[in-house]
């Protein structure tokens, strides 16, 4: 399994934190297509993806246990 | 002593310079980020601040490493606060101590940079008619590649 978390205009969207779904072998472009499609999500080519905490390509794999996190751009400071 | 945290609680600047005293500095630079009540003539009523926290951290402490690569001697402290936060109130605080002032400046500068870029924390804007996640204030940012790139991390 794997956590797949959601953060600012995502998370209002989603609805959820985060979700427990099998992304195990997909590549972060997949999941980010998958469940733009399935949440309508907004604006995904400006989302960066972290996994375990890093910043992740589009073409990186994601493993079995890796924590996923979509990232809109940040606007902290 | 943790040098970089995300906080709930109102940010205590002066605990934030502190961490960054060192007998070998000759200039502290402070940095003070604070909530704005006009942004091009819109009024703000206050700001909610999100963070994924564990990442957040990590990034804070990559800025720390890379402002320490840069700039000798330096050494730098930095807290970021979460939740509601009211028109005045302190959204940041960056400390950087170097043994000149010249540095200290600098290193204080780019650290504000990079949170604006790497740093996932994000800023709810509410106003009298409504409210809106602020990503890249303008839009004008796409990620191809799904992170940064190299361009984007090196100022």
């Known amino acids: 399994m794997n956590k797949v978390m959601f953060f600012a205009h995502l998370r209002d969207v989603v609805g959820e934190e985060f979700l427990s779904l099998e992304a195990a072998g997909k590549t972060v472009a997949v999941l980010k297509a998958e469940l733009a499609a399935k949440y309508d999500l907004p604006r995904m080519d400006t989302v960066m993806t972290a996994i375990n905490e890093e910043f992740a390509s589009n073409d990186e794999v994601i493993r079995e246990g890796d924590e996923v996190a979509f990232i809109p751009p940040v606007s902290g400071g | ?155």
């Open chain 2, 1 to 155: 002593m943790k040098l970089y945290e995300i906080s709930k609680e109102p940010i205590d600047i002066q605990a934030v310079i502190d961490k960054v005293i060192q007998r070998e500095a000759g200039a502290i630079t402070t940095f003070i980020g604070t909530v704005r009540e006009f942004t091009k003539g819109k009024k703000t009523l206050f700001l909610i601040y999100e963070a994924y926290e564990a990442m957040a951290v990590k990034k804070l402490e990559q800025i720390g490493w890379e402002i320490e690569e840069r700039w000798e001697g330096c050494k730098v402290a930095i807290t970021h606060r979460v939740g509601r936060l009211d028109i005045t109130d302190v959204a940041v605080v960056i400390a950087v101590s170097t043994p000149h002032r010249a540095d200290a400046y600098e290193a204080n500068r780019y650290a504000i940079e990079r949170i604006k870029e790497i740093v996932p924390i994000w800023k709810k804007e509410h106003w009298e008619d409504g409210e809106e996640w602020m990503g890249n204030q303008l839009e004008t940012v796409a990620y191809p590649s799904g992170k940064p790139e190299a361009g984007d991390l090196d100022e």
